[in-house]
């Protein structure tokens, strides 16, 4: 199953910033993982934002929720899940 989600970062301002440099790298490491992988299809920024736009290709519901949860930003994550289907008119 394909979803589109829509992930906005929203960084408390008192959190340590050590601390957050390591969830940074740690994030970007799993990002990196779950794309070649084939799990993350496509990953865009939203420009001016700390926000992403991203294909997730899992089995399900519930493995989309264990991805997403499991990240290391999630519990500063606001996160849009839509799921999507194959149009009939698309010819790729």
């Known amino acids: 199953m394909l979803y589109h989600v829509r992930m906005d970062v ?3 301002h008192d959190v340590d910033a050590a601390t957050f440099d390591r969830l940074k790298a740690a994030e970007k490491a ?3 993982e779950l794309q070649r992988s084939g799990t993350w299809r496509h990953l865009w920024r939203i420009a001016g934002e700390y926000a992403n736009v991203s294909i997730f290709d899992v089995a399900d519901h519930d493995e989309l929720h ?3 949860s499991g990240l ?6 606001q ?3 839509t799921p999507l289907a194959r149009h009939p008119s698309a010819i790729a």
């Not at 290391?72 to 994550?77: A, D, K, S």
């Open 10 to 12: 929203r960084v408390p």
């Open 30 to 32: 799993r990002a990196e």
């Open 66 to 68: 264990a991805i997403l």
């Open 72 to 77: 290391p930003l999630f519990p500063f994550m």
């Open 79 to 81: 996160i849009a899940v």
